[in-house]
């Protein structure tokens, strides 16, 4: 994972790309990861018009599944202005005008980014636990950020390749409970079998 300056840059290529060619750029954890979440909102008949924030939209196109899916209210933010640029021109291409976009540092949320039901994490807090610049002082922000951020009773799903289920039940443990784990695609690797990526549906109380 990158520090900030370079995230910038790689939005910046891609920006760039998609007014060339009209290609939104990479999908982080892939198409999978997509399919996973927006099938467990259908199963627990999560309503089409909740409020739901991507943390770190990056190309916006979580939010345009979405949208695809039915889904109305939909909010995306990150910290990378090309980021939210390279968004706005995936959502115009759509033509997905009820998708709201807005620059925002997770960890210091402006005060109208709350209330929501559902949050969304793909590989934010994974970017941000790596900061090498106290990244143990930065989790327990985001953990702050999230409470002020999703409603009580509010679903977090949170998709991440650099942590264990046990591990982020341990960063999250203070005001979430976790629901349940979703299935995720398996590795063998020397004979042991493990997960390269962990997504976990958490609750917050």
């Known amino acids: 994972f990158l520090p900030p300056s370079s995230w910038d840059a790689a939005y910046e290529r891609e920006l760039q790309t998609f007014q060339d060619i009209g290609?939104?750029?990479?999908?982080w954890f892939g198409e999978e990861s997509m399919v996973r979440i927006i099938r467990w909102?259908?199963?627990?008949?999560?309503?089409?018009?909740s409020s739901v924030l991507d943390i770190g939209t990056?190309?916006?196109?979580?939010?345009?599944?979405?949208?695809k899916s039915g889904y109305v209210n939909l909010t995306g933010i990150d910290y990378s202005p090309s980021a939210i640029q390279l968004s706005e021109k995936v959502?115009?291409?759509?033509?997905?005008?009820?998708?709201?976009?807005?620059?925002?540092?997770?960890?210091?949320?402006?005060?109208?980014?709350?209330?929501?039901?559902?949050?969304i994490d793909k590989g934010t807090f994974d970017a941000i636990s790596?900061?090498?610049?106290?990244?143990?002082?930065?989790?327990?922000?985001?953990?702050?950020?999230?409470?002020s951020v999703l409603k009580p009773e509010g679903f977090f799903l949170i998709t991440s390749c650099n942590w264990t289920k046990e591990e982020l039940l341990n960063e999250f443990r203070e005001g979430f409970e976790i629901l349940e784990e979703?299935?995720?695609?398996?590795?063998?690797?020397?004979?042991?079998?493990?997960?390269?990526?962990t997504a976990l549906v958490f609750q917050r109380k």
Not at 41 to 49: G, I, M
Not at 182 to 197: A, D, E, H, Q
Request: charged share 30%; net charge negative.
């Open 23 to 27: 290609d939104a750029g990479e999908i």
């Open 41 to 49: 909102l259908e199963k627990q008949k999560v309503p089409l018009d």
């Open 182 to 197: 979703l299935p995720t695609p398996k590795f063998c690797f020397g004979g042991r079998i493990g997960n390269s990526v």
């Open 130 to 147: 790596l900061n090498p610049d106290n990244a143990v002082g930065k989790r327990k922000e985001y953990v702050r950020s999230l409470c």
């Open 58 to 67: 990056g190309n916006g196109v979580l939010l345009i599944e979405l949208a």
């Open 91 to 119: 959502r115009e291409k759509e033509g997905m005008s009820n998708i709201k976009l807005k620059v925002e540092d997770f960890l210091a949320p402006s005060a109208e980014l709350s209330g929501f039901e559902i949050c």
